[in-house]
């Protein structure tokens, strides 16, 4: 496994989560990643994305102003913080590694994913 995501659970609505990815095995301070999400039945949704440095964030208009994309490569680990959390939050989490320096909202963009982690948000 080279990238684990981690912190998902579950919350009331209104709520806030934090998930990390940890990178295992090989570093990917030079790559851009990304946190994606899926429902069962749905295809896997962008979320936001971070550059291989930290200063480039895009986001989806559905989470803007409410989650917060971050990595520390001195750790190996990109976090996604997740405030006002709603039930159409409600999905799996995957983090992944781009293929380039900086991100993109297309999942065929990413080399490398977790495992996924359940987030799952209760009214």
């Known amino acids: 496994v080279q990238l684990q995501a981690s912190g998902g659970g579950l919350v009331q609505t209104g709520g806030s989560l934090k998930l990390s990815c940890t990178a295992s095995?090989?570093?990917?301070?030079?790559?851009?990643m990304g946190w994606f999400r899926q429902v069962l039945g749905k295809e896997r949704e962008f979320v936001a994305h971070?550059?291989?440095?930290?200063?480039?964030?895009s986001y989806a208009d559905s989470v803007k102003g409410r989650f917060t994309i971050s990595r520390d490569n001195a750790k190996n680990t990109m976090y996604l913080r997740m405030n006002s959390l709603n039930p159409e939050d409600t999905a799996v989490y995957y983090c992944?590694?781009?293929?380039?320096?900086?991100?993109?909202?297309?999942?065929?963009?990413?080399?490398?994913w977790g495992q996924g982690t359940q987030v799952t948000v209760s009214s």
């Open positions: 992944a590694a781009g293929r380039t320096s900086y991100g993109s909202r297309y999942y065929n963009q990413y080399a490398y």
């Open positions: 971070i550059s291989w440095n930290g200063g480039v964030t």
């Open positions: 095995r090989r570093t990917f301070s030079n790559n851009a």
